[in-house]
């Protein structure tokens, strides 16, 4: 899709999020995906990546818009089966998505996860913070999605009110022990460089030490699309402890 075409499909009018889906409404985890082996879904560990099936949000560059519905592609029980057999062999666990936390099994997964002797990742977009305060303590590193800025928020993902709970996700994890960093998948029709910066600068001054730029891509294993000038890349890692673009 080209970025004459993405900023062209931006709604008019943002829809209400969905409401939190309640834990018995289906019978097994939404399980979209496995990918067996990661080195970059959690920097410095290598991991196997669960891809749970379901989100709310529309984001107008989505890069795995298969799984924005709630379906099941794989059984939980084919996966511990995988992740037994690599034990010793991995380090971690990584739950992705789609939004991971859209699964109100998520606790039992990551915790037959842990049991198995893995180290456990999210990714998230931080759209569930209630949610997200109940596997925090479970957790040992997360990757928190910082879209845009708040104004920008619910022309990109389609949903109104939709930065208040990535700011309430964010506050969790700054009082919490467990490491992090904060993303942005960078469009730059979506998000100029201008506010890029000053995104950059929020969250530097809200206490956030690892930031990273994720170059929008058109398709899953495309080249990226672009990256932000070597002057705003050189102003964003002057600002975090550790930077960088992938």
């Known amino acids: 899709m080209s970025a004459a075409s993405l900023s062209k499909s931006a709604p008019a009018e943002p829809q209400p999020c969905p409401p939190q889906p309640a834990a018995g409404l289906q019978a097994l985890p939404a399980i979209g995906g496995l990918a067996p082996f990661s080195s970059v879904d959690w920097p410095g560990q290598l991991a196997a990546v669960v891809f749970i099936a379901g989100c709310p949000w529309r984001c107008h560059y989505c890069h795995n818009p298969h799984l924005q519905e709630r379906a099941r592609g794989l059984d939980w029980s084919e996966v511990l089966d995988f992740l037994g057999r690599r034990r010793n062999l991995l380090d971690a666990v990584v739950f992705s998505g789609g939004e991971p936390l859209s699964e109100p099994r998520l606790p039992q997964l990551i915790d037959a996860a842990r049991a198995l002797g893995f180290r456990i990742g999210l990714h998230t977009g931080g759209i569930y913070p209630a949610r997200f305060a109940e596997v925090l303590p479970r957790l040992d590193w997360v990757g928190l999605d ?53 995104l950059a600068q929020s969250l530097c001054g809200r206490g956030v030490k690892h930031y990273a730029i994720q170059a929008y891509r058109s398709a899953p294993g495309t080249l990226a699309t672009a990256l932000p000038s070597e002057a705003t890349q050189r102003a964003l890692a002057a600002r975090f402890s550790s930077f960088s673009c992938r």
């Open 146 to 198: 910082i879209k845009t800025t708040a104004p920008r928020y619910d022309a990109l993902t389609g949903r109104r009110g939709s930065a208040a709970p990535v700011d309430a996700c964010l506050d969790l994890l700054l009082r919490s022990h467990c490491a992090f960093e904060c993303r942005t998948t960078w469009h730059p029709d979506w998000l100029p460089e201008p506010q890029l910066l000053a």
